[in-house]
Structures are given as C-alpha cells and as structure tokens.
C-alpha cells in the first residue's frame, strides 16, 4: 500500500483533532505512538509523518528532562479547521480517507488473528470434545 505524505498528515492531524486540542495543545511523542498504532499504519510512518508536520511547520517539539512533547502549531490548528481537512470532497483527499480506512481495517484483522478471532487447527492438533459433535 502507498502512503503518500498528504495521508501522513491526515493521520497524525487527526490523533490532535480527536484528543481536541487546538493551538497550542501538546502530546507527548508516547501518547503521540499509542494513538498512532490505531491508524494501522507502520512505526517508520509515524517517523515519516512527525517529520513532515515539523518540516511544514504544523508541529514544533518541545523538550522536557524526561521526554518530548509534540506541539500543534497555530498553521496545524488551521489545518484541522479547513474544509479539505473536515469536509474531503478532492480525490486525492478521499484517496487519503481510503488508505486510511484499508490500514485500520488491515491492523484490525492482523489483531483478529493474533487474538484468536481467525485462527486455525494446526492439523495435528486434536479437536476437543465440542468439535465432534
């Protein structure tokens, strides 16, 4: 699946715009990582995507003695608040809606089958008792 830089975006924009932060509103790059593993996409786009928000001057980091904190910036607070950002009507950002939505969907079923949800009988695994009937 490719990931383009503006889907990048979208996702990490979207973790500030759901905790409701505006301008000003921080997360720590911890709480950032937590939320980012819900979006399904891989670890090295989160690094992309921080990346880029710096780059563009939507995030700023602030340092602290025992971690980093990722602040949205009054352009990132404007982001969120334009039209593209809450009412996608463009194909490119309807495209970044549908990567999004497959890699949700991609990591939802890859936890399915780690947990359980899909797994199958090894063929030398005997089946119990409520399988033969």
């Given at each position: 699946?490719?990931?383009?830089?503006?889907?990048?975006?979208?996702?990490?924009?979207?973790?500030?715009?759901?905790?409701?932060?505006?301008?000003?509103?921080?997360?720590?790059?911890?709480?950032?990582?937590?939320?980012?593993?819900r979006t399904g996409l891989r670890n090295s786009d989160?690094?992309?995507?921080?990346?880029?928000?710096?780059?563009?001057?939507?995030?700023?980091?602030?340092?602290?003695?025992?971690?980093?904190?990722?602040?949205?910036?009054?352009?990132?607070?404007a982001r969120l608040q334009a039209?593209?950002?809450?009412?996608?009507?463009?194909?490119?950002?309807?495209?970044?809606?549908?990567?999004?939505?497959?890699?949700?969907?991609?990591?939802?079923?890859?936890?399915?089958?780690?947990?359980?949800?899909?797994?199958?009988?090894?063929?030398?695994?005997?089946?119990?008792?409520?399988?033969?009937?």
């Amino acid at each position: 699946m490719q990931v383009l830089d503006s889907t990048l975006e979208r996702a990490l924009l979207s973790i500030y715009d759901a905790s409701g932060l505006r301008a000003g509103g921080l997360l720590s790059v911890a709480a950032l990582q937590r939320a980012w593993e819900r979006t399904g996409l891989r670890n090295s786009d989160f690094r992309d995507a921080v990346r880029i928000l710096l780059r563009r001057g939507l995030l700023e980091v602030r340092d602290r003695p025992d971690a980093m904190d990722v602040v949205l910036t009054p352009a990132g607070a404007a982001r969120l608040q334009a039209d593209a950002f809450r009412h996608p009507s463009e194909a490119p950002d309807l495209e970044d809606l549908r990567t999004l939505e497959t890699a949700r969907a991609r990591a939802h079923a890859r936890r399915q089958a780690w947990a359980g949800g899909r797994r199958r009988r090894n063929d030398d695994q005997q089946p119990d008792a409520g399988q033969l009937h």
